[in-house]
């Protein structure tokens, strides 16, 4: 799961920047970098925030509705992932103690 999720996020994030990163200017540049760190750390609200003011300002260019789009991507993986995990922990903590 965590191979598949990487997987995903790797090539999406490639996708994105092939989308033509020279195009935007520097500021905006610079803005994508920070949404990109953001959505790195999981701060998904942060990281929407951004890239809603990168859509809204570079309005001739996809990047920002592309990262929006990865923003909610990297959200439901995230939210996917914990239900998985605390499923299996309840399962796991079952099966342990009818061992004793």
Do not use: W
Request: proline residues 2%.
């Amino acid at each position: 799961m965590n191979f598949l999720i990487l997987t995903l996020t790797i090539f999406l994030l490639t996708a994105a920047n092939s989308f033509g990163s020279t195009l935007l200017s520097p500021e905006t540049a610079g803005q994508v970098h920070t949404g990109i760190n953001q959505l790195y750390d999981l701060n998904f609200d942060e990281a929407e925030g951004t890239f809603t003011q990168i859509a809204a300002t570079a309005s001739n260019h996809p990047i920002g509705c592309v990262y929006l789009a990865l923003t909610s991507i990297g959200r439901t993986l995230t939210k996917v992932r914990s239900n998985f995990n605390k499923r299996n922990n309840r399962k796991n903590h079952r099966a342990i103690s009818r061992l004793y």
